[in-house]
């Protein structure tokens, strides 16, 4: 019997960020010595408040499913803080849905407003399952590159690249793989030319908290108002409050779309886990943990300066300082297509973070993943060791 993939199926790239981060663990599991610079989430632990919301849920009992879009005391959680973060007005009952992680709902998404042929307009480097996901429904990925401009958006480029096929634009601020962080004015443009064209803005803010040299960013709709049917808010308590395994996230909107995700979601996955919503209830309600999160954010500033640091230290490297979120993305071209220290050439970003995690145990991910190759992501959200470790296998490999 022969089996055959959908034709769907076929065309995917599987996901490089889990492929490299599952390979370094595995290394790991054999006794290696491996230091991971590939994943994207905190190494903290999940703020005690969480845990002991989540305790109280299952001895109450809270093990049922709930409605699909999540308890209303999660989503009347997440409604004050965007009022108490971002003095920004959503109805708990009608424009707020939680699902499993930022990522299932960023699907939903693309699964509700992309129909075969519309154009969404991606600025790259760009995280890696946008493209993906644009393409599971038929939709087609329309690329801005970034890297001229700074790795910040240029509303001149994105003007002259809609047409009459274009139906969103993904903003990712701050942003996964560069760190950059979009100014006012850039946001301001980029949401005017959203209302001037009646775009949609998927704006994922799922490292909204992370940011350096300013504890605050100020929402996209506090500098324009009028695109708030427009815009669909992706957030969630995965990389601010050191929640990844939990898997929650939320998306906030105008009601049509919220309907829209919770007709596709109530198909997926219905509600997610109710002991994970009962843990986020207390992640975004209970005041200690606001204390703990500007102390992650304090810490990841100080593991930023110390990479950027080292980093500078490596002759040949080139990069952007990263202002947010805890990834620096490096150009490695200086080293491809030449001999390095182990004898050997790289011809591509992938076959330099293949051999690096072999020969020096450090997990990188290759730029071609997010869309841009030649380059290396890291993540810093790891120890201080392991940051002054992991500098020092790749000074010696690019030696
Ligand atoms: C830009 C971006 N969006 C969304 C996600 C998904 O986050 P979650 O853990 O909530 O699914 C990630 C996780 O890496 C991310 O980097």
Known sequence: MSLELSERLKQMAPSATMAMAAKAKELKAQGRSIISFTAGEPNFNTPDAAKKFAVKAMNENQTHYTVTAGAIELRQAIAGYYARHFDLKYDAAKEIITGTGAKQLLYEAMGCLVNPGDEVILFAPAWVSYYEQIK??????????????????????????????????????????????????????????????????????????????????????????????????????????????????????????????????????????????????GALTEPEVELEVENMRVEFGKRRDLAVKLLNEIPGLKFTEPSGA??????????????????????????????????????????????????????????????????????????
């Not at 071209?333 to 390095?340: A, G, I, Q």
């Not at 992938?350 to 991910?365: Q, T």
């Not at 993540?379 to 690019?398: P, W």
Request: contains cysteine; neutral net charge; aromatic residues 8%.
């Open 136 to 281: 599971l429904f038929g939709g087609v990925p329309v690329i801005i590159d970034t890297e001229s401009d700074n790795y910040i958006p240029s509303p001149d480029k994105l003007e002259q690249a809609v047409n009459n096929k274009t139906k969103i634009i993904i903003l990712n601020n701050p942003n996964n793989p560069t760190g950059a962080v979009y100014p006012h004015d850039v946001l301001e443009k980029i949401a005017r030319i959203a209302v001037k064209h009646n775009l949609i803005i998927i704006n994922d803010e799922i490292y909204e908290r992370l940011i350096y040299g300013v504890n605050y960013l100020p929402h996209v709709l506090k500098l324009v108002p009028d695109a708030r049917d427009l815009i669909l808010n992706i957030n969630g308590v995965s990389k601010s409050y050191a929640m990844t395994g939990w898997r929650l996230g939320y998306a906030l909107g105008c009601e049509k779309i919220i309907k829209g995700l919770n007709s596709l979601q109530g198909h997926l996955t219905s509600n997610t886990s109710s002991i994970t919503q009962w843990a986020a209830v």
């Open 326 to 399: 805890f990834y620096i993305f490096i150009d490695i071209s200086n080293f491809l297509n030449k001999k390095l220290a182990n004898g050997k050439i790289y011809k591509d970003d992938a076959a330099f973070c293949n051999d690096i995690l072999d020969e020096k145990g450090l997990g990188l991910v290759p730029g071609s993943a997010f869309l841009s190759s030649n380059h290396v992501r890291i993540s810093y959200s790891c120890s201080e060791d392991d940051i002054i470790e992991g500098m020092k296998r790749l000074k010696e490999f690019l030696a």
